[in-house]
């Protein structure tokens, strides 16, 4: 099958090719984010291969569609920028890869988690500067602290079991609670008991509807004062221009972001030597009490091995009956 690759980076075309080293695919490669005016550099391949920033939209889909295109395999777990209802009114597959490495990106959480709340980004550059002042780094124990956890899934679950083995107290909310978690020791409760009492907050939902700016500014002031969130969710989850005003009045004590609402037109490139145009993302970078990295919780050898070999196995399938092997449906939410 001859499949276009957008957004895709060196590191993409290295784990892409290893996986199809029998060569059975024909890998075309475009640096070009998928959007309505690029969709025509596919012209000549079956299928096209996405990542989290590509605009799936229904204009993108039809310009897919009418270049003949049938199958879109998305090389990461979250849909969320997919028009779904579009690509099944057009007949085109979606594939996505369900699970790579939840550890990946619970284990990213918890650095963030761990250098958020002992300043280490800055303990860091103060040592560089031979500044060896500890006032302003004091941290504090997460060992008997309470942290609470929306979303128990594959990520959330990984997370709340390592901050069970640090000795936490974990709460979480699922609308599917997971009773293995429970038996391990995770307590279950509803959101407003997690803001209230959680000292970290981690986000671990995809993002529906629902969840879309879940934390607002009526969350951030439900929660308990000086806590700390961590989003390596999606960036929507929450409202930034909120958190703003929330690390402004000092009622969150620390924030930690790997995604970020308006991440597409910033992650993923260098941006260096160009004048930051996003007001917002630059307050946020003003914060001593901020943490951001860019869209990296996936970013593990084992992660990229997995992703590889799961779209490819997607288009194989797709081949071979029509169907990928772990087909996005159209659901509820
Ligand atoms: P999953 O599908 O295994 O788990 C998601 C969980 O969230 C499910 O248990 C579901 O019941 C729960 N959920 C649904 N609606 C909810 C709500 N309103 N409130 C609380 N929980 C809700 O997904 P997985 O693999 O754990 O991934 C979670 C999310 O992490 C993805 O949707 C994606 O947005 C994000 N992600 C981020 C990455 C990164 O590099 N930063 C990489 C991969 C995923």
Redesign the pocket.
């Known amino acids: 099958m001859r499949i276009s690759v957008f957004s895709s980076q060196r590191y993409d075309r290295e784990f892409l090719e290893a996986a199809n080293a029998a060569g059975r695919h024909v890998l075309h490669f475009l640096e070009a984010r998928l959007e309505p005016g690029t969709a025509t550099l596919a012209a000549g391949s079956e299928a096209v291969c996405a990542f989290v920033n590509d605009r799936l939209d229904a204009d993108t889909l039809a310009a897919l569609h009418a270049l003949g295109i049938r199958l879109v395999l998305l090389r ?3 849909f969320n920028q997919v028009d779904l209802g579009a690509a099944a009114r057009l007949g085109l597959a979606v594939a996505r890869v369900p ?1 790579y490495s ?1 550890h990946a ?1 619970a284990e990213h959480a918890v650095a963030l988690l761990l250098a958020l709340n002992r300043k280490i980004h800055r303990a860091h550059a103060r040592v560089r500067e031979g500044n060896f002042a500890l006032d302003g780094l004091l941290g504090f124990d997460l060992h008997g602290s309470t942290v609470g956890v ?7 679950g990984c997370f709340a079991r390592i901050l069970l083995a640090f000795g936490a107290r974990v709460l979480a ?4 609670p997971d009773p293995a978690l429970a038996a391990a020791g995770v307590h279950y409760a509803e959101l407003p008991t997690l803001f209230a009492e959680s000292d970290v907050l981690s986000l ?5 509807p ?2 879309r700016h879940l934390i607002d500014d009526a969350a951030l002031r439900a929660m308990k004062p000086g806590a700390l969130l961590v989003n ?3 960036g929507a989850v929450v409202d930034t221009r909120a958190l703003i005003a929330a690390l402004k009045r000092r009622q969150l004590g620390g924030l930690a972001l ?2 970020y609402e308006e991440e597409a037109d910033l992650f993923f490139r260098d941006h260096s030597a160009e004048v930051l145009q996003d007001d917002v993302f630059a307050r946020l970078l003003t914060f001593p009490n901020v943490l951001i990295t860019g ?1 990296q ?2 970013f593990t050898v084992q992660a990229l091995k997995a992703i590889a070999e799961t779209t490819l196995a997607n288009a194989e399938a797709f081949e071979a009956r029509g169907a990928p092997l772990h087909p996005v449906a159209l659901g509820p939410g």
């Open positions: 990461c777990a979250g699970e939840p990106v929306v979303g128990t899934g594959k990520i959330g909310f699922d609308p599917a671990h939902c995809p993002l529906t629902a969840t390596t969710s999606r790997d995604v869209h919780g996936f």
